[in-house]
């Protein structure tokens, strides 16, 4: 259980970016799936999070590309609930 909460811990360093829309969209998603997360669920949200902010931003604002494909479920739950 502890891998979990310091897995829960370095992703909510993760989220912390330098555009605060941005940063608010991904903590909120952190913490609806903060279970799934701590239990290792989700791994392409730790590489969504290794992206640039101007991609994510402009990923959540529905300007895709081709390297967005490999999000695009995970961009599309994130933003339906932002």
């Known amino acids: 259980m502890g891998q979990g ?15 605060r ?10 913490r609806r ?7 290792g669920q989700w791994p392409e949200f730790e590489a969504l999070l290794a992206c640039e902010d ?8 529905g300007a895709y ?3 967005s494909s490999k ?3 995970l961009i599309d739950n994130i933003r339906q609930r932002a």
């Open 5 to 19: 909460i310091e897995r829960v811990k370095r992703l909510r360093w993760l989220c912390r970016r330098g555009m």
């Open 21 to 30: 829309e941005l940063e608010l969209m991904l903590e909120a998603f952190l």
């Open 33 to 39: 799936e903060e279970e799934a997360l701590s239990g």
């Open 54 to 61: 101007d991609r994510l931003w402009d990923w959540f604002q």
């Open 65 to 67: 590309d081709g390297d």
């Open 71 to 73: 999000f695009q479920s």
